[in-house]
């Protein structure tokens, strides 16, 4: 088990009885100021010679130089090996987010393809914890990529992409079916032995071997020909045109050894640093994905890539090869996600033949993100600019939005988006479920959202904003005042955004505590900038809104029917593979249903129609 040490210096920082006493073993090491906030996170081989260094060694860069001078207190952790200091280490990382420390945005699960263990397999999306029945492939840089890649599949072999319980209880042809997407297994317009065939070749062509699928087509077309079946030789000639545009459209292939292998190019323009992380599976390129990581000052790229490896393999699968642009040679991060994965990995730098080419294709996209993103931060920096102007607040970094959604006070919901360091922060939104007060009061809502959000603030959890932008008119902005009165935050700035009178885009209002409203100019960078945050917290209110209304309807609708309880709503929503089957089924159909009466059939068709 980890061993804990907490060591306090509340005067002037002394570290060498502090140093006197760490031992000469594996662990992790803390550093924080006078006010209790991290540092810094990191490893060591032998706690007592890292941490030592840190103080004396003269010549360290001005960024390890300013933390230094920052440490008020040193916590450590004996380990028992280097690897379990690792992912400590970078386990801390992710809570903590140091300030000292380079931090990557921690994505969710990357997605994969998926076909089933059904005797009709069915081809779908996935994020999560592989299980075994399934084949998985993948994973794909992002969503976009796998569904794309999906669609593709769909549309050359026509596998089925409908739930169990919607293929269970067909009864015709979908129409996915009639627009040539689907085989329709379900009602038997395919054997199983030939489905199995279309799942084999999709399989293959996932797998990286184009060449062995297109000559299993064209000898089949051939044969299909020869037998006078000419409409399965039309299929199949249509299966091989596809495929074609599939090689062209979707995949760049590798003419060597087909592997599996990520790619990762770290490149720097002035001052921003860039890793685009590429994705080869069966010698395919599966797409790109570039991140851009916070407090990268003053560290070389190197450093960069090692941390980057760290953060995110660990607790995540990983390929068997990872290709760098940069030396990389921690044999000990290579031994932990090796021992993680099962398999063994090795961390390279490619000197020759496809794998240079690779990776000079992903330094080429990371040196576009970076020119890209120094484009968008460039236009970010004048509207933040102008807006520190308008609101008097000369540093500026973070804003939080506030929106209510509702339907006629049905499924309030409330919204908390973020914007900070020239972009908005999915990761920190937040949505509030709105409860227990009068049906369409938007004043009371937001009074619940406003204080469940900042009353931890008050007790002194989560980040303070700079500004709070309120959605509203002013008697939103009284609200929020009230609240924040309430909590003791009298000092944080809001600003009321009201739509108008004409309520269109360009006419808002901004409301000022204490002041008359004002309008900006409709080319103002300072009106865009609250625009793009508004907007994000009003989608992000209504999409939540709407999921969360869609299902309090789902669940309610057939419930509110005399004579249709748990037992006979399941079998209704079974049999017809959800809300919308059952909504456009027959008495007839209705009737078919276990439990179901012919009465009761005619009174759920009247209900719902």
């Not at 599966?286 to 003053?298: N, V």
């Not at 994965?341 to 496809?354: K, L, N, T, W, Y």
């Amino acid at each position: 088990m980890p061993i804990s040490r907490r060591i306090l210096n509340t005067e002037k920082f002394d570290p060498k009885p502090i140093l006197a006493g760490l031992p000469l073993l594996p662990g992790v090491y803390r550093y924080f100021d006078a006010q209790g906030n991290v540092l810094y996170v990191g490893k060591a081989k032998q706690l007592k010679k890292r941490v030592s260094s840190y103080f004396q060694q003269t010549n360290i860069s001005p960024r390890i130089r300013m933390m230094v001078s920052h440490i008020a207190r040193i916590e450590t952790t004996v380990v028992r090996t280097e690897a379990e200091a690792l992912l400590l280490e970078n386990n801390l990382i992710k809570s903590l987010k140091p300030r000292y420390n380079i931090l990557f945005r921690d994505d969710k699960s990357y997605p994969y393809i998926v076909l089933t263990g059904h005797e009709f397999p069915r081809l779908t999306y996935f994020r999560g914890t592989p299980n075994k029945q399934h084949q998985y492939f993948g994973p794909y840089p992002n969503a976009q990529a796998a569904k794309e890649s999906s669609q593709l599949l769909q549309k050359i072999f026509r596998i089925r992409t409908c739930e169990d319980s919607v293929f269970s209880n067909r009864t015709r042809p979908c129409l996915l079916h009639q627009i040539h997407r689907c085989t329709a297994p379900c009602v038997n317009l395919i054997s199983a032995q030939d489905y199995q065939a279309d799942i084999r070749n999709a399989v293959l062509l996932l797998n990286g071997r184009h060449q062995e699928v297109e000559q299993k087509l064209r000898d089949a077309m051939v044969t299909a020909a020869e037998s006078q079946c000419y409409e399965q030789a039309a299929v199949l000639r249509d299966q091989l045109r596809d495929l074609h545009v599939v090689q062209q459209k979707q995949f760049v292939e590798s003419t060597g050894r087909t592997t599996d292998a990520d790619i990762i190019a770290v490149m720097q323009l002035e001052n921003a640093v860039c890793v685009n992380l590429a994705m080869m599976r069966g010698g395919r390129h599966l797409g790109d994905k570039s991140f851009f990581p916070e407090h990268a000052d003053g560290l070389t790229l190197a450093e960069v890539a090692e941390a980057f490896i760290a953060q995110h393999y660990l607790n995540r699968s990983v390929p068997p090869v990872l290709l760098v642009n940069v030396e990389c040679g921690d044999a000990t991060l290579a031994g932990l996600l090796g021992e993680q994965a099962g398999h063994a990995v090795r961390i390279a730098e490619p000197v020759s033949g496809d794998r240079k080419q690779w990776l000079g294709m992903a330094e080429k996209n990371a040196l576009l993100a970076l020119q890209q993103r120094a484009v968008q931060q460039g236009g970010q920096q004048l509207r933040l600019d102008r807006l520190r102007e308008l609101v008097g607040l000369s540093d500026l970094q973070r804003i939080e939005c506030f929106d209510i959604s509702h339907t006629m006070g049905e499924a309030t919901q409330a919204s908390c988006v973020v914007y900070e360091n020239f972009d908005i922060r999915p990761s920190q939104y937040r949505r509030y479920n709105i409860s227990d007060i009068t049906l369409g009061d938007d004043y009371a809502a937001m009074r619940q959202a406003l204080t469940r959000r900042y009353e931890k603030l008050a007790n002194g959890e989560g980040a303070r904003p700079d500004l709070v932008l309120i959605d509203g008119g002013l008697g939103q902005l009284h609200i929020a005042m009230e609240v924040m009165a309430e909590l003791g935050l009298n000092d944080l700035a809001l600003v009321g955004v009201a739509k108008g009178v004409e309520r269109k885009a360009g006419m808002e209002q901004l409301i000022f505590p204490g002041k008359e409203a004002i309008r900006l100019s409709s080319d103002d960078p300072a009106l865009h900038l609250i625009q793009q945050v508004r907007d994000e917290a009003h989608r992000f209110a209504i999409t939540g809104h709407r999921a969360k209304r869609g299902k309090t309807r789902t669940a309610s609708s057939l419930a509110e029917i005399s004579g249709v309880g748990d037992i006979r709503r399941r079998n209704l929503l079974t049999h017809f593979g959800g809300l919308r089957g059952v909504q456009q089924a027959s008495v007839e159909q209705l009737c078919e249903v276990e439990g179901i009466s012919k009465s009761l059939a005619e009174a759920i068709y009247q209900q719902l129609h």
